[in-house]
T-cell receptor
Framework: QVQLQESGPGLVKPSETLSLTCTVSGGSISSYYWSWIRQSPGKGLEWIGRISYSGNTNYGPSLKSRVTISVDTSKNQFFLKVRSVTAADTAVYYC?????????FGLGQFWGQGTLVIVSS | DIQMTQSPSSLSASVGDRVTITCQASQDITNNLNWYQQTPGKAPKLLIYDALHLETGVPSRFSGSRSGTHFTFTINSLQPEDFATYYCQQYDNLPYSFGQGTKLEIK
């Protein structure tokens, strides 16, 4: 059974870079797309972006100018960086695997448990 | 970008009731829609995929349907563990987008 686990600092200062890692176990990172999603406190879900095992990326419009998603297939990990964070970036960040290994890929049943990142000085 | 308009935003119901949640897509997304359940402090759990299909292990009281760009999620005979927040999500076009959520509360 595929499992995903987010890790990274729970507190980031304003204007700094938020960096998170998602470690995939129970399966290879190959052949699927891997997404980051966030949820601000008490709010809904926002898709941040995704990366394929080969490094092809797509980003959502709200964070596109500040976000980089990367992958390390040798470690079965993918990463999220959000630059120049503000309090509005405080959220639970989830990583997830696509439903399918072919288009439309989608989002499926495999999500990490989420990690809360607070932006505060 | 595709907008998903979900309603209602909240709903009160009793154990044993039948409830319906709807999502309207701003354009055709064929059947590329999921329904998720989220309880406090947990990641969303996939219940329905491809608009109609029950995820493995999900009770049959949950169901989904589609009419054009209008999607419906139904829970028959509510159980205590069903009180949660539900989201629709389209994956037909990038960027993926979610409905605003429906919080289902005990009456």
């Amino acid at each position: 059974q595929v499992q995903l686990q987010e890790s990274g600092p729970g507190l980031v200062k304003p204007s700094e870079t938020l960096s998170l890692t998602c470690t995939v176990s129970g399966g290879s990172i190959s052949s699927y797309y891997w997404s980051w999603i966030r949820q601000s406190p008490g709010k809904g879900l926002e898709w941040i972006g995704r990366i394929s095992y080969s490094g092809n990326t797509n980003y959502g419009p709200s964070l596109k100018s500040r976000v980089t998603i990367s992958v390390d297939t040798s470690k079965n990990q993918f990463f999220l960086k959000v630059r120049s964070v503000t309090a509005a970036d405080t959220a639970v960040y989830y990583c997830a695997r696509s439903q399918y290994s072919t288009p439309p890929f989608g989002l499926g049943q495999f999500w990490g448990q989420g990690t809360l990142v607070i932006v505060s000085s | 970008d595709i907008q998903m308009t979900q309603s209602p935003s909240s709903l009160s119901a009793s154990v044993g009731d039948r409830v319906t949640i709807t999502c309207q897509a701003s354009q055709d997304i064929t059947n590329n829609l999921n329904w998720y359940q989220q309880t406090p402090g947990k990641a969303p759990k996939l219940l329905i995929y491809d608009a109609l299909h029950l995820e493995t292990g999900v009770p049959s009281r949950f169901s989904g349907s589609r009419s054009g760009t209008h999607f419906t999620f139904t829970i028959n005979s509510l159980q205590p563990e069903d009180f949660a927040t539900y989201y629709c999500q389209q994956y037909d076009n990038l960027p993926y987008s979610f409905g605003q959520g429906t919080k289902l509360e005990i009456k």
